[in-house]
C-alpha cells in the first residue's frame, strides 16, 4: 500500500511540474511578445513622427517655393519695365553715349560694382574730367584689389575706394569738373579741396572717395530632420 501510495505522489508531482512549466512556458511566451509589441511599437511610433515631420517640412518648402517663383516673376516684369524705358532714372536718354546717358541697368551696375577695381575707376575719373576739358596731373590710391578679391556676403555692404586726382584748368572748366563729380553715376564724396592760383589757370587737388559693394551669396541650406 505504501508503495501504491508513493507511486500516486510521484505521478501527482510530476503533473505538478508540467503544469508548472506549461504555465511558465505560456508566461513566457507572453512576455516575450509584450516586449516585441511594445519595441516594434515604439519603432513604428518613432517612424510615424520622422516620416510626419518630413512631410511636413516638404510641404513648407514646396510652399516657399511656389512663393519665390512668383516674386521671381514679379521681378522679371519690374526688370524689363525698368529696362526698356526710354530715359533713365537720371533725366539722360538710354539709347544715348553721353556722361548721363545709357539704360538703368547699365547706370545701376555702374554706380556700385561688385569688383574692386582701381584702373576702372581711374578710367572713369579721366572720362569725367577730359569731357569738361580738365587737364589731369594725376590721379593716386591705395589699388587693394588683391586683398579684395572674392569678397562676398549674405548682406554686402559698400566698400570705400579713396583715391586723390589732380586737375589743371581755368575757373569755369573746374567748376564743370567738380559738378560732374557731384552728378556723376558712380557715388564720389569730395573730403579736402585744395586750389591755388587764379582764374584763368587753377590747379585743384581733390581728396575723395567713392565705393564698390561686393557681390551677394545665395547660399541653399541643408536642413537635417531628426
Do not use: H
Request: charged share 20%; net charge positive.
Amino acid at each position: 500500500m505504501a508503495d501504491k501510495s508513493n507511486r500516486q505522489l510521484s505521478m501527482k508531482r510530476i503533473g505538478v511540474n508540467k503544469t508548472n512549466a506549461r504555465i511558465f512556458g505560456i508566461i513566457a511566451g507572453a512576455s516575450f511578445l509584450v516586449v516585441f509589441f511594445l519595441v516594434a511599437s515604439y519603432s513604428l511610433f518613432g517612424e510615424l513622427t520622422f516620416r510626419n515631420q518630413v512631410i511636413k517640412e516638404k510641404k513648407t518648402a514646396v510652399t516657399q517655393l511656389k512663393k519665390n517663383v512668383e516674386s521671381s516673376n514679379k521681378l522679371v516684369r519690374s526688370y524689363q519695365i525698368f529696362a526698356s524705358a526710354n530715359s533713365n532714372f537720371i533725366g539722360g536718354s538710354s539709347a544715348g553715349i553721353g556722361a548721363q546717358d545709357g539704360s538703368n541697368p547699365k547706370i545701376a551696375l555702374d554706380a556700385l560694382p561688385s569688383k574692386y577695381d582701381f584702373p576702372a575707376l581711374t578710367a572713369s575719373l579721366e572720362k569725367l574730367a577730359s569731357e569738361q576739358q580738365v587737364e589731369i596731373d594725376a590721379i593716386t590710391g591705395s589699388d587693394d584689389e588683391v586683398a579684395q578679391t572674392g569678397q562676398s556676403s549674405n548682406s554686402p555692404a559698400p566698400v570705400e575706394m579713396p583715391f586723390e586726382i589732380k586737375l589743371t584748368g581755368d575757373y569755369a572748366t573746374t567748376q564743370k569738373a567738380l559738378d560732374a563729380f557731384d552728378r556723376s553715376i558712380r557715388p564720389i564724396q569730395i573730403q579736402t579741396m585744395q586750389i591755388t592760383g587764379d582764374q584763368s589757370k587753377l590747379n585743384m587737388t581733390l581728396t575723395a572717395k567713392t565705393f564698390y559693394q561686393p557681390e551677394k551669396t545665395l547660399k541653399i541650406r541643408m536642413k537635417d530632420i531628426k
